[in-house]
């Protein structure tokens, strides 16, 4: 039995197909890749007047499937109408963000909530949730831990891969995955910066620990140190478009990051584990294929 929609296996399996059928009617050159961003952003309102644009760029770089990260009920709105334009290749995930949370008030949450049970069935993945007690979002603890509770339970019900976000949170979020485990449908822990002893408790769970742009830029010591140790089938390689510019060589920090970046990440993620980006990217894909069912 799978849940993969029609449509899906022969864009995925077929690349001259694939390459015949452009997004934008127009012929694009592709290589071979097709690569998929674990995590990203397109329906943020910075990509409304530059989308076609940002995906022609990123088929040119190989990065021909999008997992997003959902925010809110207005985010999932969009997400639904890009999927229809765009394909299956743009994974949607409806959940709430713990930033969101936060911030909410107790009724905004409570209809939010009803509109995600009536949504999840039809989306790829349930995400963005989990809890941020980073500086800036660090509010609202009590709500944000029960937001995350109750939409674990949806997730189980609903049968959905997890899209975590966790930040400064680990101990909590952890006792509560493990209050809540199993997650058969699995999941990811999108732009993970701890240490070993955290990503394997993540793993342990059947989770993948997803890298992003933050390993590219100085710090990050315990991301650095547990990259070698944790396996290819572990880990898969987000962007987090637009946000988490990867440190590039003349590009302007402040500009949005895009999906093409993708190798970038990858090419840093290779150099920590003594393999090729390629090899980084295709396993990367491969998880991501296993996890969403595409086979
Ligand atoms: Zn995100």
Redesign the pocket.
Known sequence: MTSVPRGYLSEFQTPKTFAKRSFLGEHISMDSHQWIDA???LASKRFTHTLAAVIERSLRAGVTGWVQ?G?EPSDWNRQKLLQIQYGKRFLTSFGL?PWWVASATAESLDSAMKVLETLLPHADAHG?LGLDFGQEHDKNRLQQISAFRSQLGLAKQHRKPL?L?IVRAHSEALEILKALAPFPKGGIV??FTGSLEIAQEYCKLGLLISIGGSVTHKGYFALKKAIPFLSLPQLVVET?SP?QLPNLIGVDPQSPNEPKYLLEIAKVLGELKGVTAEEVLNQSTDNLKKLFEIT
Request: proline share 0%.
């Open positions: 995590h990203c952003h990260g925010i963000h963005e899209i976000h999108h732009s987090d946000d």
